[in-house]
C-alpha cells in the first residue's frame, strides 16, 4: 500500500504521466525494462530533448540496443507511439512519436525480434537450444530460413515453452500438415495459454484434441456435411455436446433426426435445445428417450409438455429464419 506522504510540491523536479498511459503500461504486461525506456524517452521529450537517440538511450539505461528497439516496437503495437523510418531490428536509427490521443488506438499482437548474432550466441551456450534446431530441421524436413529460427527462438524466450514442450508442439502439428512456423507460432500461443508447459499437459492436451476431432468428425458424418468446414459456432456447440454434456454420438443422431422431422432441415440450435434438454433430464440413452415420450403421451396432467417443447423449439426455428433473413 502507499502510506501518507507530504502533500505534492510542484518546485519539485516531477514530469507528467497521462492516466492512460499508466493504465495501459499496466494492463499490457509488458517486460520492465520497457517500461524504464518508455518513461525514460517521455522524460526527455518532455524536457525539450528530441534529438538523443537510440542507442544513447540505451547506453544511459545500460541496455542492450535490441532491449530498446523491443520496447518501442511493443508500443507501437499498443498504440502509445508512432514510428517512423524504421528498417529493422539491426537497424536502432529510426524515430518515434508519442501518441497522447484520448480515445486508445487498437493494439495489434507483439513478439519481440532477435538479433541473429543473440541467437547464434545463445545457440553456442547451450547446447541443447542447438539441437532442438537441428531436430526441428528434421521434423521439418528442410533448412530452417532465418525467420524460422528466429520464430523457434521465440517460443523459448518469448512464450516461455521449454524445450521437449517445443519439439512435441512442432512434431504433433507437422503431422497433422501444418509445416509453416507462422502458424505453428499460433498454436505455441495457445499452448501458452492452457497452461501447457509440460511433456505430460501437451501429451494430455493432444489426446483431448484428437478424441474431440474424432468426434466432430462423426457428427459430421451423421449430419452429412461433408463439402465444407464447420464454423466456429457450430464448432461450440459441438465441443458442449462433448465435453461439457457427454452426449453420446447415437443421442446425437437422435436428435438430428428429431430436428429434421420437425423442422424440415437441420438447425444446431435445434439440437442443441434437444439435448440440452436431455443433459438437464441426465438422459443419455435413446431408450430413455422414447419412454419419456411415451410417458408424456400417456400422461394426464394441467399441462401439454409436449406442446410446450414443440413452442420453444419453433421459437428456435425463427429466430435461425430471421438471422437468415438478415444475413447472419
Known amino acids: 500500500m502507499i502510506i501518507a506522504s507530504k502533500p505534492y510540491q510542484s518546485e519539485m523536479a516531477c514530469f507528467s504521466v497521462p492516466e492512460r498511459i499508466v493504465d495501459l503500461l499496466v494492463e499490457s504486461g509488458c517486460p520492465a525494462i520497457y517500461v524504464v525506456v518508455y518513461l525514460y524517452a517521455l522524460r526527455q521529450h518532455q524536457a525539450g530533448i528530441n534529438n538523443i537517440s537510440n542507442d544513447c538511450i540505451a547506453e544511459a539505461l545500460k541496455l542492450s540496443q535490441i532491449d530498446v528497439v523491443n520496447a518501442f516496437l511493443f508500443y507501437s503495437s499498443q498504440g502509445l507511439i508512432k514510428i517512423h523510418g524504421f528498417t529493422s531490428v539491426d537497424n536502432s536509427d529510426f524515430d518515434i512519436e508519442f501518441v497522447f490521443d484520448s480515445v486508445p488506438m487498437a493494439s495489434i499482437p507483439f513478439r519481440p525480434s532477435y538479433k541473429s548474432s543473440e541467437i547464434t550466441r545463445r545457440l553456442r551456450e547451450n547446447p541443447r537450444m542447438s539441437q532442438m534446431y537441428t531436430m526441428v530441421g528434421q521434423i521439418l524436413g528442410k533448412t530452417l530460413s532465418s525467420a524460422d529460427i528466429e520464430l523457434l527462438y521465440s517460443f523459448h524466450d518469448y512464450y516461455g515453452l521449454p524445450i521437449e514442450v517445443i519439439l512435441v ?19 505455441a500461443g495457445k499452448w501458452v495459454s492452457a497452461g501447457i508447459n509440460t511433456v505430460d499437459k501437451a501429451k494430455a492436451y493432444i489426446e483431448k484434441r484428437e478424441n474431440f476431432l474424432s468426434y466432430a468428425s462423426r457428427v459430421r458424418s451423421i449430419l452429412g456435411i461433408h463439402e465444407r468446414r464447420l464454423t466456429t459456432r457450430e464448432l461450440d456447440y459441438i465441443n458442449v455436446w462433448q465435453n461439457q454434456w457427454s452426449m453420446p454420438l447415437d443421442m446425437v443422431q437422435t436428435a438430428y433426426e428429431l430436428t429434421v422431422n420437425q423442422t424440415g432441415k437441420l438447425s444446431f440450435a435445434y439440437m442443441n435445445k434437444i439435448m440440452e434438454s436431455w443433459d438437464q433430464n441426465k438422459i443419455r440413452k435413446t431408450d430413455d428417450v422414447q419412454k419419456k415420450s411415451s410417458h408424456k403421451s400417456t400422461a394426464k396432467t394441467r399441462y401439454d409438455f409436449d406442446a410446450l417443447q414443440k413452442r420453444a423449439f419453433e421459437n428456435v426455428n425463427r429466430t435461425d429464419r430471421r438471422r437468415e433473413n438478415h444475413g447472419l
Not at 508442439?169 to 498454436?187: A, D, H
Request: no cysteine.
Open 169 to 187: 508442439l512442432i512434431e504433433y502439428y507437422v503431422s497433422k500438415g501444418k509445416r509453416s512456423m507462422k502458424l505453428i507460432e499460433k498454436e
